[in-house]
Antibody, heavy 119, light 113 residues
């Protein structure tokens, strides 16, 4: 069965960096896109962008350029989200989520990784 | 960017009654040549990731109960829960995947009256 298993919660200080992993199983990793979605505490879903798991080419939504980097280790069927220069407003649950290349609705979601930024 | 709006923000419905959630996009998400609306609906229960309910505006994902129905075209869409069950208490989101960024609506919270 399809599974997306994310790394555990993180507590970071402002200015630090964090790298969230998302390990996929149960399907051919490169046959589907990987999206990233942010959910701040008590708030709605915000689409951050996606990465082409064939080419490694990322696409970032406005507001997620510069400090946010999507990457892959296709040999390990794993996608990564790295956030640098963390700010308090980056505190959120971050989801990886599988999408189709031809029409990017999301059919499977990771369990989410809570990143807390606090001094 | 396509802006998604939802109404109402929240609603409370008696068990067994109908719940109706509206979603509007700032521009059409109908891909005319394919005659498909690039719109999905998700359900998110507290403490859980979202779950796909509907794609192509009206196609139910496998395993989703048939009391969930998606309808609409162009810029106006509706998610109807025909007979609300206790397990349907959740926040519901629409999302357009017509053009990047693939924006979500703000969500509609459904509770039991």
């Amino acid at each position: 069965q399809v599974q997306l298993v994310q790394s555990g919660s993180e507590l970071k200080k402002p200015g630090a960096s964090v790298k969230v992993s998302c390990k996929a199983s149960g399907y051919t990793f490169t046959s589907y896109a990987m999206n990233w979605v942010r959910q701040a505490p008590g708030q709605g879903l915000e689409w951050m962008g996606w990465i082409n798991t064939n080419t490694g080419n990322p696409t970032y939504a406005q507001g997620f350029t510069g400090r946010f980097v999507f990457s892959l280790d296709t040999s390990a069927s794993t996608a990564y989200l790295q956030i640098s220069s963390l700010k308090a407003e980056d505190t959120a649950v971050y989801y990886c989520a599988r999408g189709l290349y031809s029409s990017n609705w999301i059919d499977y979601w990771g369990q989410g990784t809570l990143v807390t930024v606090s001094s | 960017d396509i802006v998604m709006t939802q109404s109402p923000d929240s609603l409370a419905v008696s068990l067994g009654e109908r719940a109706t959630i509206n979603c509007m996009s700032s521009q059409s998400v109908l891909y005319s040549s394919k005659n498909k609306n690039y719109l999905a609906w998700y359900q998110q229960k507290p403490g859980q990731p979202p779950k796909l309910l509907i794609y192509w505006a009206s196609t139910r994902e496998s395993g989703v109960p048939d009391r969930f129905r998606g309808s609409g075209s162009g810029t106006d869409f509706t998610l109807t829960i025909s007979s609300l069950q206790a397990e349907d208490v959740a926040v519901y989101y629409c999302q357009q995947y017509y053009s990047s960024p693939f924006t979500f609506g703000p969500g509609t919270k459904v509770d039991i009256k």
